[in-house]
T-cell receptor
Framework: KAGVTQTPRYLIKTRGQQVTLSCSPI?????VSWYQQTPGQGLQFLFE???????NKGNFPGRFSGRQFSNSRSEMNVSTLELGDSALYLC????????????FGSGTRLTVV | KQEVTQIPAALSVPEGENLVLNCSFT??????LQWFRQDPGKGLTSLLL?????REQTSGRLNASLDKSSGRSTLYIAASQPGDSATYLC????????????FGPGTRLSVLP
């Protein structure tokens, strides 16, 4: 079966712009979580959506937002990009909030210049 | 709050050696624990998921154990191969339930031919 699909794979944006990343979970998975990975901070939790509702949010500024659609696909938006937002953004899906573990996508590499 | 640490931070071994990677977590009220592998610039590949009711999980040359009382998990890799070279991460649930995972910093493994 198809895995977790993240698009695009690579992005280059300019400071001050905004960006939208997309994640399609495994079919039947209702939980989608987003993580930011940087060399200095490692993997940090952004937020989790379950059945179109945000169930949990990490310690990130309000410039980071997300949503989930009725087909469980999720988008993440970052507004007013800063250089420090350059990172690998990973999406993970699960049947039920991690009870059965998480499956990760290949990530979107965002570079802010 | 869940905190996860991993030792060693890096490990370099000759091909064929058996090795152990260690993971410690502060909140023992976990629902499960998951081990991942990450190749440079790539997403996370799930290796093993251990439910709280289990003590061990095995997949091929990999064996993971979980001791909730001591807050520890170990990943044992038998007969290591150069293809095992990657960063290995363990992840434990946040706030005692699988809302999302808190990741350790990882162990960077190099297996030399």
């Amino acid at each position: 079966k198809a895995g977790v699909t993240q698009t695009p794979r690579y992005l280059i944006k300019t400071r001050g712009q905004q960006v939208t990343l997309s994640c399609s979970p495994i079919s039947g998975h209702r939980s989608v979580s987003w993580y930011q990975q940087t060399p200095g901070q490692g993997l940090q939790f952004l937020f989790e959506y379950f059945s179109e509702t945000q169930r949990n949010k990490g310690n990130f500024p309000g410039r980071f937002s997300g949503r989930q659609f009725s087909n469980s696909r999720s988008e993440m938006n970052v507004s007013t990009l800063e250089l420090g937002d350059s990172a690998l953004y990973l999406c993970a899906s699960s049947l039920e909030t991690g009870i059965y573990g998480y499956t990760f996508g290949s990530g979107t590499r965002l570079t802010v210049v | 709050k869940q905190e996860v640490t991993q030792i060693p931070a890096a490990l370099s071994v000759p091909e064929g050696e058996n090795l152990v990677l260690n993971c410690s977590f502060t909140d023992s009220a976990i629902y499960n624990l998951q081990w991942f592998r990450q190749d440079p610039g790539k997403g996370l590949t799930s290796l093993l998921l251990i439910q709280s009711s289990q003590r061990e999980q095995t997949s091929g040359r990999l064996n993971a154990s979980l001791d909730k009382s001591s807050g520890r998990s170990t990943l044992y890799i038998a007969a290591s191969q150069p293809g095992d070279s990657a960063t290995y991460l363990c992840a434990a649930p946040y706030e005692g339930y699988g809302q999302n995972f808190v990741f350790g910093p990882g162990t960077r493994l190099s297996v030399l031919p």
